[in-house]
Nanobody
Framework: QVQLVESGGGLVQAGGSLRLSCAAS????????MGWFRQAPGKEREFVAT????????YYADSVKGRFTISRDNAKNTVYLQMNSLKPEDTAVYYC?????????????????WGQGTQVTVSS
């Protein structure tokens, strides 16, 4: 099993920044990719950003490209999401996810483990 603990959400004004963190523990050797998804009220969970653990490639949703940056600290088994130029439409619960596959990693179904979620609210 892998446990994921998120932190860093909160309330911010439009144009502001937040950094989310996700620390993985347990059977971390089984992780092939870690990413972030979000879910707004009344909407389906959607892909935000992800990165395979084996290389430095990163993938982003078009809606966040150029504003969000995903990064990792291998020694700490932690992945980060730096969110800049936040917009009210970024308001959602953000979830960290870890999976054992690097195939179709923009799909939530490819992830085996999920964090508890952290609320991000962007006011206009």
């Amino acid at each position: 099993q892998v446990q994921l603990v998120e932190s860093g959400g909160g309330l911010v004004q439009a144009g502001g920044s937040l950094r989310l963190s996700c620390a993985a523990s347990g059977r971390t050797f089984s992780i092939a990719a870690m990413g972030w998804f979000r879910q707004a009220p009344g909407k389906e969970r959607e892909f935000v950003a992800t990165m395979p653990w084996s290389d430095g490639r990163t993938y982003y949703a078009d809606s966040v490209k150029g504003r969000f940056t995903i990064s990792r600290d291998n020694a700490k088994n932690t992945v980060y999401l730096q969110m800049n130029s936040l917009k009210p439409e970024d308001t959602a619960v953000y979830y960290c996810a870890a999976g054992s596959s690097t195939v179709l990693i923009t799909s939530p179904s490819r992830y085996n483990y999920w964090g508890q979620g952290t609320q991000v609210t962007v006011s206009s």
